[in-house]
């Protein structure tokens, strides 16, 4: 492989997946199928022949766990790995916790389906009291807690996480570095979404499966190219 390379991950099955529940900024673990899974992408990375200088993700178990169980099958715990919040799944308000099912049952399947895959659409915010939780989690203590979000539209997701990505991982892209990122399902379709100039009305019909590796690697130009999915 001559070309550098990017490559994004979600995380393996969580134990809210599992259940089809909202999870969104709640940490909880991977389940054990979201283990393998996380595993898999490790072996499937490496018979790919596919090695890295740095990784990123994001300050939840789930994703970091799978990063970790990545760089093992890899046998590369040695690089480099930044944990940021700004690769946090999408804040999901008030439907954290909730099931999906009896969601649909409640405000009709239209409403959370917008909410689900929308570009523009914000589930129901939290209110200042019921962020307590997050606004005093250690995690987030050094952030302004104005900066710590009640709930997020796939929209806010990408303009949170673009600063990020344009100041700290891109220029890894320009030293012609390879690139590991394992976050969420919304953040990384939001970031796949800006990479791939995906239109808001297409962006409904993208969904990430969890933990089988995105591959794109970059032209002349640093354009990104169409990015393929690495299942075997
Ligand atoms: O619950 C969540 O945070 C996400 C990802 O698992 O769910 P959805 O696929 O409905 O956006």
Not at 111 to 119: D, I, L, N, P, Y
Request: proline letters at 4%.
């Amino acid at each position: 492989m001559e070309n550098n390379y990017l490559v994004l991950v979600r995380h393996g099955e969580s134990i809210w997946n599992k259940l089809e529940k909202f999870t969104g900024w709640t940490n909880v673990e991977l389940s054990d199928q979201g283990k393998t899974e996380a595993k898999q992408a490790g072996k499937i990375l490496k018979r790919n022949k596919f090695k890295f200088d740095i990784s990123y993700t994001s300050v939840l178990n789930r994703a970091i766990d799978t990063l970790w169980k990545i760089l093992k099958e890899l046998n590369q715990c040695w690089i480099p790995v930044k944990k940021t919040w700004y690769l946090n799944e999408r804040h999901y308000g008030k439907l954290q916790g909730l099931s999906k099912i009896e969601t649909n049952l409640k405000y009709g399947e239209k409403t959370v389906e917008k909410w689900r895959r929308s570009f523009t659409s914000i589930p129901p915010k939290l209110n200042t009291t019921e962020n307590l939780v997050f606004i005093n989690d250690e995690k987030y203590k050094k952030l302004n807690c104005h900066h710590i979000p009640v709930s997020e539209s796939l929209e806010l997701t990408l303009k949170r996480i673009l600063p990020y990505w344009k100041n700290i991982i891109f220029p890894n892209i320009k030293k012609k570095k390879n690139v590991l990122i394992v976050a969420h399902g919304n953040s990384l379709r939001a970031l796949v979404k800006y990479l791939s100039r995906i239109k808001n009305h297409e962006i409904p019909y993208l969904s990430i499966p969890t933990g089988i590796p995105i591959i794109y690697s970059f032209d002349k130009n640093l354009y990104p190219l169409k990015y393929y999915f690495l299942e075997k």
